[in-house]
């Protein structure tokens, strides 16, 4: 074995090496996101969405159950919400703004008589995706999310790792444990 051979066998070991090492530092800087406490308003939300028919979004999934799913320790579930949909995202970040998260959100009512099945009929006819059967009473994947209708409740699931979004069968597991969770 000649110089160069043997040069280009220890570059070879040594960048193996290094990639090892950088997975594992890479793997142990993945750290639950820290969730700070609901503001006044934030409270004000849930309350709200509560009271027009909305779950308990710590109801639908557990912090335990998103974890295992992406099989990464996520953090406490943050509150998430908009109009007329309110739910918690667990997340866990790492090195170079590396994210994991899990987010279940269901809709909820409003004093002006919307009713969240008549929205999966919206979604269901405006969203491009793809019906999916055996989830509820009816199901749509979008390529990044999966709405689930179970009526009264329509809620979705978005499962997202550095590679992006696009988990369906980790979505579809959430939206599992969500359905076997508001039918006990």
Request: hydrophobic share 40%; proline share 5%; charged share 25%.
């Amino acid at each position: 074995m000649g110089l160069l051979e043997k040069a280009t066998k220890l570059a070879t070991t040594a960048k193996g090496q290094y990639d090892e090492l950088r997975a594992t530092r890479d793997e142990a800087a993945v750290k639950p996101v820290a969730v700070t406490p609901l503001s006044d308003h934030e409270r004000d939300v849930l309350q709200h969405a509560l009271r027009h028919g909305a779950p308990d979004p710590a109801a639908l999934c557990s912090r335990a159950e998103a974890s295992h799913v992406l099989g990464v320790e996520l953090g406490e579930g943050r509150l998430t919400y908009d109009d007329s949909q309110v739910g918690l995202e667990y997340a866990a970040a790492g090195r170079r703004q590396d994210r994991w998260s899990v987010s279940v959100g269901a809709w909820h009512g409003d004093a002006d008589g919307f009713f969240p099945a008549e929205q999966y009929a919206f979604i269901a006819e405006h969203v491009e995706g793809e019906p999916l059967d055996g989830l509820g009473e009816a199901a749509v994947w979008d390529g990044e999310r999966l709405y689930v209708l179970a009526a009264p409740l329509l809620f979705q699931v978005e499962v997202r790792t550095p590679a992006g979004g696009g988990h369906r069968p980790e979505a579809e597991a959430v939206a599992r444990r969500v359905l076997a969770r508001v039918a006990s």
